[in-house]
């Protein structure tokens, strides 16, 4: 997680940009800030996402823990099964850092999914077993 020295307020809301590789990104202050809060409460960026599934096996409902240092507004998650059919999708809210959210998969047959997370511009898919 990096702090976000580069980006610029502008008044409507934040860009990011670099002279040397000629590119800007603006985002609105309002989706900025709800979506990327450190534990200090700062603006932060980062590259990579992480997040921990247990138990291991599945049971009756996946875990899911916020490893990362920021807090995320909401995320898109859908779960396929090991044939690529989407089975559930849905949305996650209000992930602070540290803590766990949890989707019932009671109705789910034994076997292999993968969870896919859908964040902003970024997607990562986890494999799980349901036993």
């Not at 800007?24 to 980062?46: D, V």
């Not at 044939?83 to 009671?106: A, F, H």
Request: charge should be negative.
């Amino acid at each position: 997680v990096h702090a976000l020295k580069p980006f610029v307020e502008t008044g409507h809301g934040y860009k990011y940009g670099s002279p040397q590789m000629d590119t800007t990104l603006t985002m609105s202050a309002s989706f900025f800030y709800s979506l990327l809060k450190n534990k200090s409460g700062e603006l932060a960026c980062t590259d990579d996402l992480h997040f921990n599934l247990y138990p291991v096996p599945v049971t009756d409902y996946l875990h899911i823990k916020n490893e990362n240092d920021f807090f995320i507004h909401e995320i898109e998650f859908d779960i396929y099964d090991a044939s690529g059919n989407k089975i559930i999708n849905g949305l996650l809210k209000n992930i602070d850092p540290e803590s766990v959210s949890e989707i019932n998969l009671n109705k789910l047959a034994r076997g292999f999914y993968f969870l896919r997370l859908h964040f902003v511009y970024h997607e990562i898919s986890l494999k799980f077993l349901k036993q």
